[in-house]
């Protein structure tokens, strides 16, 4: 590995940078990692690196800017790579360089191997082949259990006084524009005598900052993860990251202001505070499932109806009653009463009634019905109703250019606004591949096909995520694959946000070149539930699983990360016995309700789940 040492700090700042570890609030699961820190770093000399140690052959993670500025290295030339081709001279040499002294490579190999923390200079080389000295400090980073499971290295650049010419083969112009650009950049930094040793002072310019604008400029574009382990790096970081009001603004900044406008109506919100609230939804450690049993009834009984959130409240309509009936009526479920009961709502011009359709909740208080199967067949009406108007009724949209009628299909909401429908079953049992948009805060909608050059497959029964503001995920279904039909696992992303959105796959069990990520992928399935979590997270639950697979398993997956991994989540408590036929909402942004769900005999409503992801 090829490192950097850090500069000795004088005795006000070693006690400055000393490590606070003995809270665990300050830091979530895991043990508390001082990085990314890249925007705290970057107008110092001092190029900031992480390898991660459970991976063999130590991969870089993480360098800051000014590792790139000084080596001419971007992070994409070296991330997942280890330090040693800074050894080399050039970015072709596949060597070390005979003048790179090898006692100090074997003593930086016997300190990683013993867990102990190196200081030591080495000869480097920059990606035109220009040699600088590297002197270099690596600190073992450890997690709970004592597990080494990251190395941090400081590395302060100096110019080498050694004449080695251009690289062979390297253009003679470009090696002296980037020597001189790289000595412009030694030299507009101010680097000050202390004893025998040059010593960057400006390492820690960011405590020459007030506390106000570290916190609103820096900490409050951090991640939840991130702050949490800024908080371990120093006493004043510490203090600093214990402000609710840091964290409350972290979450917005991370999380959108809906979403914590949402968690502010939480009961028990305030007592939990902003940062507990962030820990327990970034680490799920307070998950738990519960039995809620509530009064009143959904009569006549059904299956297949939909179900979704407004505010506290489950409303649910429509469904399949006896032989085949199509249902149009209206439930509402107030999960903030003190004895929750299903209230019939008698709603003005109701839709025809209908199943395999799709309820969503647009602008705050207002629901959207699409699609389903009705008496006369396939439906591609759009009906919205204004559940706090007095009385509620029910509005036909007429949208301009809609997509063909369909059930079984997907849907989501877009910022509050705008109604996206994805898939289905059509007439003669076509499966469908096509996505489209409705902007329902036009005063006339006009449904808009959004235009890619490749579908995933077509597919029925499987679930629209939106994560990241307006990006959304599709998982799993009944896809068609040839002439034939199969339970899906696959990942599949679209950025709306982009000038010509595309369908990505993210994992697929059945697309040519697709890997599926690290972990355990769910099973395939179809008729599930996907949750949407704070901070881009997928839950999936239940649906139809072939063979013995326990479809009542939860399975989380980060789109966000570079590398999306499957994690199974264990959570305690009593889940649903039967883990197919239901329908399922996010409650206040902290609450999973899961109602329906196939016994064998009848479709349970007044025994309800639900899946607690914050204390009580």
């Not at 070149?513 to 399935?525: K, S």
Request: charged share 20%.
């Amino acid at each position: 590995m090829e490192w950097d040492s850090n500069s000795d700090f004088s005795e006000d700042e070693d006690e400055e940078l000393t490590t606070i570890n003995d809270d665990d609030d300050a830091a979530f699961g895991g043990g508390p990692l001082p990085f990314p820190v890249g925007n705290l770093l970057q107008s110092a000399p001092c190029g900031f690196v992480v390898t991660d140690a459970l991976e063999p052959d130590h991969p870089i993670i993480y360098v800051n800017s000014v590792f790139e500025s000084i080596t001419g290295y971007r992070a994409e030339d070296v991330l997942g790579r280890n330090c040693r081709f800074l050894q080399c001279r050039g970015p072709f040499a596949k060597r070390r360089h005979p003048l790179v002294d090898s006692s100090v490579v074997s003593e930086i190999r016997r300190c990683l191997e013993e867990g102990i923390e190196f200081q030591g200079e080495l000869l480097n080389f920059r990606k035109d082949g220009s040699p600088l000295m590297n002197r270099l400090r690596l600190s073992p980073i450890y997690g709970d259990d004592e597990t080494i499971t990251h190395v941090i290295g400081i590395q302060f650049f100096t110019e080498a006084n050694v004449d080695l010419g251009p690289v062979p083969g390297y253009p003679v112009k470009e090696f002296l524009k980037s020597s001189e650009r790289q000595r412009s950049f030694f030299s507009g930094n101010r680097i000050l005598p202390v004893g025998d040793r040059n010593v960057c002072r400006e390492v820690c310019g960011i405590f020459q900052l007030s506390d106000e604008v570290i916190s609103l400029k820096i900490l409050s574009w951090l991640s939840p993860r991130d702050i949490a382990s800024v908080g371990s790096v120093c006493r004043r970081f510490y203090e600093l990251t214990k402000n609710e009001d840091l964290w409350r603004m972290v979450c917005q900044n991370a999380w959108g202001s809906e979403t914590t406008r949402v968690l502010e109506t939480v009961p028990g919100a305030k007592r939990l505070g902003w940062g507990r609230l962030a820990r327990e939804l970034t680490t799920l450690e307070a998950a738990t499932w519960r039995k809620l049993t509530v009064g009143g009834t959904v009569e006549p009984s059904r299956c297949n109806f939909s179900a979704c959130a407004v505010g506290n409240r489950v409303v649910l309509f429509g469904g399949e009653g006896v032989n085949m009936q199509p249902m149009n009526d209206t439930f509402v479920l107030d999960l903030n009463s003190s004895n929750p009961e299903w209230q019939h709502v008698h709603v003005s011009s109701p839709p025809p009634g209908r199943w395999g359709h799709t309820l969503s909740c647009v602008n705050g208080s207002h629901l959207v019905v699409f699609g389903g199967c009705g008496r006369q067949g396939l439906l591609n009406d759009v009906f919205v109703l204004d559940l706090d108007a007095k009385p509620p009724t029910w509005r036909e949209i007429s949208g301009l250019a809609p997509p063909l009628p369909r059930s079984w299909h997907s849907s989501c909401t877009l910022d509050g606004t705008k109604l996206i429908v994805s898939g289905g079953c059509a007439d003669s049992g076509v499966l469908l591949s096509d996505t489209f948009l409705l902007d329902l805060s036009m005063e006339k909608p006009v449904w808009r096909e959004i235009p890619v050059t490749w579908t995933p497959p077509s597919r029925l029964g499987h679930t629209l995520s939106v994560y990241g503001g307006r990006k959304i995920l599709m998982f799993g279904g009944l896809a068609k694959s040839g002439p034939l039909r199969f339970r899906s696992s696959d990942v599949f992303t679209m950025d709306l946000s982009e000038e010509e959105p595309c369908w990505r796959c993210v994992t697929g069990s059945g697309m040519p070149g697709a890997g599926n990520p690290g972990g355990i992928a769910p099973p395939p399935r179809l008729d599930h539930v996907a949750v949407s979590l704070p901070g881009g997270r997928i839950l999936i639950f239940g649906g139809s699983v072939a063979g013995l697979h326990s479809a009542t398993q939860l399975y989380l997956l980060d789109p966000t990360e570079e590398k999306p991994t499957w994690r199974i989540l264990n959570v305690p408590g009593r889940p649903p016995r039967f883990a197919w036929g239901h329908s399922t909402c996010v409650v206040g942004g902290t609450r999973t309700i899961v109602l329906g769900g196939q016994t064998g005999e009848e479709w349970m409503l007044s025994e309800l789940h639900e899946l607690s992801l914050v204390s009580k």
